[in-house]
């Protein structure tokens, strides 16, 4: 009887262990597709943004206040306009 109720247990234990795997891989994979769909819409806004510092710079911005209006340094403003 005591061979049956360890065995009961231990199958009961494997299943809940199944369940969580299962559960938690499901989570994983559609936390996965979010941090896809989140990097593909910063991929996008990056393209909009620097296409308006360019406009802006082209236009006589200079490049400190476009720093000062986006909080990106002088530096990398210059590499997007370049």
């Known amino acids: 009887m005591e ?12 299943l809940n262990r199944d369940q969580e795997i299962k559960k938690q891989t499901y989570v994983l ?25 360019k406009n802006l710079y082209n236009v006589g911005v200079s490049a400190k206040e476009l720093s000062d209006m986006t909080g990106i340094s002088k530096v990398y403003i210059h590499r997007v306009v370049k």
């Open 3 to 14: 061979e049956l109720l360890e065995e009961s247990m231990r199958n009961i234990d494997k």
């Open 29 to 53: 994979e559609e936390a996965i597709q979010e941090i896809k769909i989140a990097k593909d819409l910063v991929s996008n806004f990056t393209d909009i943004r620097n296409k308006a510092i």
